[in-house]
């Protein structure tokens, strides 16, 4: 089972970049499905730490390449970063009170979050300062 499908709204408009962003998102569901086959308190937190670190490796790539070029959005995306990662966090909280509810939840919030800052700070980024 994935917790997350590509979606079109994804795209930044280059191809290379889409495709390390849709690596992203099979790690996402990846780790989702070994999840679910070990449905335990211990594998959840692991599971959203893992989620976690893999997502802010990503976000620290793109905040090299843009300190490097001395982008002038970089303070709004990077802030945009921490949102996400903060919300994972919170994620964490509720799946501490109810690990069955939890999961919708944060499927939609992974998928609005993605479709609205890869399509607007991403193709931005990647638009003007090419791949990551
Ligand atoms: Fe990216
Ligand atoms: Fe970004």
């Not at 893999?54 to 995306?77: D, P, V, W």
């Not at 919708?104 to 800052?117: I, M, Q, V």
Request: proline share 2%; aromatic share 10%; net charge negative.
């Amino acid at each position: 089972m994935k917790l997350l499908d590509w979606k079109s709204q994804y795209s930044v408009g280059v191809e290379s970049v889409d495709f390390e962003h849709r690596q992203m998102i099979d790690l996402i569901n990846e780790l989702y499905t070994e999840l679910s086959e070990r449905r335990d308190p211990d594998s959840i937190e692991q599971f959203l730490g893992d989620i976690h670190s893999a997502i802010s490796m990503h976000f620290a790539l793109e905040e090299r390449i843009m300190q490097e070029a001395g982008y002038e959005e970089f303070s709004a995306h990077k802030e945009d970063h921490e949102d996400l990662l903060d919300q994972i966090r919170n994620m964490m909280d509720v799946f501490a009170d109810d690990t069955e509810a939890g999961f919708p939840e944060l499927g939609k919030r992974l998928s609005d979050w993605f479709g609205a800052h890869f399509s607007t700070f991403d193709a931005r980024l990647h638009g003007k300062l090419g791949a990551h």
